[in-house]
């Protein structure tokens, strides 16, 4: 598809447990970044990648957190030994290069019980 | 700290007023501004974006104000449609870099 795809569109998980996250960005885009949005809130920023190394992780709340994107494309979120409060949509973004509009998917639904 | 805030969490207008929404922001060094759309279940959606360099920019429906003097950035509906109901927010780019930071929202209901 030519937008930004994100998978699963639901997980549902339980303390304690591993997850991962998928991004597709839109091709071509070298700039790709992670937020997490609570209900009512707006998206807050996670992470952001340029190419293939985190530029600014600076939005990660804890070491639980991590994200890669090995290849310059698709980036994977990892969420370690969830918690209740880690439930969240967590949206990823891309644009065609730095400083440029934002393009999201629909987000994944995070819920941890 | 900075902040991206917003004046009003709701806003009600009938079908083909227009609306304004309107943000602030704290960071003079923010260069970059964008406008997204959020309906329910979905991802932002991007509307409009301006630059410092410019203090108005025009849409489909749409234009943007940016007021650096007193950090303050608006976005106004032309002949607002139910289609519009959403959450509106403004996003800046902090210090000019490439970190987006989003406001709180604006809640639109068009009513008919």
């Known amino acids: 598809g030519a937008g930004v795809s994100q998978t699963p569109s639901n997980k549902v998980t339980e303390k304690g447990k591993y997850v991962e996250l998928r991004c597709d960005p839109i091709?071509?885009?070298?700039?790709l970044y992670w937020y997490r949005q609570s209900l009512g809130q707006g998206p807050e920023f996670l992470i952001y990648f340029q190419g293939t190394g985190a530029a600014d992780d600076s939005g990660l709340p804890n070491d639980r957190f991590f994200a890669v994107r090995p290849e310059g494309s698709v980036s994977t979120l990892k969420i370690q030994r969830t918690e209740r409060g880690d439930s969240a949509v967590y949206l990823c973004?891309?644009?065609?290069?730095?400083?440029?509009?934002?393009?999201f998917g629909s987000g994944t639904q995070l819920s941890v019980l | 700290g900075e902040s991206v805030g917003l004046h009003l969490p709701t806003l009600s207008v009938q079908e083909g007023d227009n609306s304004i929404i309107n943000c602030a922001y704290s960071?003079?060094?923010?260069?970059?501004f964008i406008w997204y759309k959020q309906e329910s279940g979905k991802g932002p959606q991007f509307i409009i974006d301006i630059r410092s360099n410019m203090d108005k920019r025009q849409g489909q429906r749409v234009t943007v104000l940016l007021n650096k003097t007193v950090k303050h950035l608006s976005l106004q509906i032309a002949a607002t449609q139910p289609g519009d109901s959403a959450v509106y927010f403004c996003?800046?780019?902090?210090?000019?870099?490439?970190?987006?930071?989003f406001g709180t929202g604006t809640s639109l209901t068009v009513i008919p």
């Open positions: 996003a800046e780019n902090k210090d000019g870099g490439n970190q987006f930071y």
């Open positions: 960071n003079s060094a923010s260069d970059y």
């Open positions: 973004a891309s644009s065609l290069t730095e400083n440029e509009k934002l393009f």
């Open positions: 091709s071509g885009h070298t700039a």
